[in-house]
Nanobody, 121 residues
Framework: QVQLVESGGGLVQPGGSLRLSCAASGSIFTIDAMGWYRQAPGKQRELVATITGGGKINYADSVKGRFTISRDNAKNTVYLQMNSLKPEDTAVYYC???????????????WGHGTQVTVSS
């Protein structure tokens, strides 16, 4: 089995910062892309940022210049540094990993349980 465990969420004032972490563990051979998605109340889950094993990065337009995604391949961990937070960033943030569990397996997508980020004064 595979587990993705997020941490680092919480309550922060507008303009503040938070750093999210997500560690993948379990039966993992290689991890391709890792990323962060978010879902606000009443809205669909949306992409925030992704990073491939080779370091190619993609950001949602709404977070460009404010959020930074990074990855520690040795620890199977992905981070999201969030600066200049806005009330509209309030959401549950989910970690995602596309990985292979063996040399012959297909790539499968795994999700964490989510961590709440609330931006409010």
């Amino acid at each position: 089995q595979v587990q993705l465990v997020e941490s680092g969420g919480g309550l922060v004032q507008p303009g503040g910062s938070l750093r999210l972490s997500c560690a993948a563990s379990g039966s993992i051979f290689t991890i391709d892309a890792m990323g962060w998605y978010r879902q606000a109340p009443g809205k669909q889950r949306e992409l925030v940022a992704t990073i491939t094993g080779g370091g190619k990065i993609n950001y949602a337009d709404s977070v460009k210049g404010r959020f930074t995604i990074s990855r520690d391949n040795a620890k199977n961990t992905v981070y999201l540094q969030m600066n200049s937070l806005k009330p509209e960033d309030t959401a549950v943030y989910y970690c995602n990993a596309d990985l292979r569990r063996s040399t012959w397996s297909i790539v499968t997508s795994w999700w964490g349980h989510g961590t709440q980020v609330t931006v409010s004064s």
